[in-house]
């Protein structure tokens, strides 16, 4: 089955003009007193996210409403994607030691009660940041220890002690995306990025806690084939992945990866349809949706809330 969604080619056959987006990629934009505000936050402590770095559609729903992704260890990626927005170089070992403590007081100010870490790869260090990663977690936990904690971690280069040390944070999420289907990821990732060693990374989180809740994501309209969007679909179920986001890839500037298709909201929802059949426990699939998404993140949460009264409710012989 081919996408009927919108094509690149047909549009640029059919004007000069520069190209729009479909009408459903259109947001408002950002703004409103809790956008503001948050914005005022990060500024104030000197805090990325990936909002902004990746220029996120949905910054104004998300900040609007009081959430945001943090991002860890700096806002240089010693990766460099063709897909990604963040900056890529050499932060040469730099990492704010102070940064786990001050992420944690952040987020205690907020309110939140579920909150989303990511983080640049950070290749020039021995461990990867896995350290400081963990410690980011702990120290949310410590400040808030009603926080439900997501983490999207990058690979590790496959490090299992690195990987050991997210589980044994107390994370509640751990994901990792897959990014794209396989044939496309040397174009689309780092030439240090590799589909297999992705699956791996969740593989490895479930050895190490079967419990654990794992979630990867898909980016579409970058050429990939609806056969082989289902075949990614089954290799994250192989490994034990739950949660499936899917969303439109949006080109962040000239210089990176072009869109060559525009996939409909129709072709989305049937592609959460197939992701359903095959298991996943939630499948958040649109045009807009990311990896962070809030909807997903309600899931996870009722999800996660459900599996503790079930097992408290065990600890007591109910």
Not at 175 to 202: F, G, M
Not at 289 to 299: P, T
Request: hydrophobic share 35%; net charge neutral.
């Amino acid at each position: 089955m081919k996408f009927l969604g919108v094509r690149m080619a047909d549009l640029q056959q059919t004007t000069n003009q520069r190209i729009q987006k479909p009408r459903w990629l259109k947001v408002p934009l950002p703004g409103g007193e809790s956008y503001a505000h948050l914005k005022q936050i990060l500024r104030a402590h000197n805090l990325h996210t990936v909002c902004e770095e990746a220029r996120c559609p949905n910054i104004g729903e998300c900040w609007g409403g009081g959430t945001a992704t943090f991002m860890l260890m700096g806002d240089v990626c010693t990766r460099g994607c063709r897909f990604c927005a963040v900056k890529s170089g050499n932060p040469r070992g730099a990492l704010n030691p102070d940064e786990p403590k001050k992420v944690a007081d952040v987020i205690a100010e907020m309110g939140l009660d579920y909150v989303v870490l990511t983080s640049v790869n950070r290749d020039d260090l021995p461990d990867q940041g896995s350290v400081h990663y963990a410690e980011s977690v702990r120290q949310i936990k410590l400040r808030s220890p009603h926080i439900l904690v997501e983490t999207l971690i990058p690979d590790f280069r496959e490090d299992r002690q690195a990987i050991a040390r997210i589980v044994d944070s107390g994370a509640d999420v751990i994901a990792h995306n897959l990014e794209t289907v396989e044939r496309l990821t040397p174009r689309v990732r780092d030439r240090r990025a590799a589909y297999p060693q992705s699956l791996n990374v969740l593989a490895q989180v479930k050895e190490l806690d079967p419990e654990r809740m794992t979630k990867s994501s898909l980016m579409l309209g970058i050429g990939e084939e609806r056969s082989e969007i289902e075949k990614s679909m089954d290799d994250l179920r192989a490994v034990g992945v739950e949660i499936l986001t899917l969303g439109q890839y949006l080109q962040p500037t000239h210089a990176h990866l072009p869109v060559t298709q525009f996939v409909s909201p129709e072709e989305f929802q049937e592609l959460a349809e197939a992701g359903k059949e095959k298991g996943f426990l939630y499948v958040a699939s649109g045009p807009l949706v990311r990896s962070s998404y809030r909807a997903g993140e309600y899931f996870t949460k009722h999800v996660l809330e459900e599996r503790a009264k079930l097992a408290q409710g065990a600890c007591y012989g109910l």
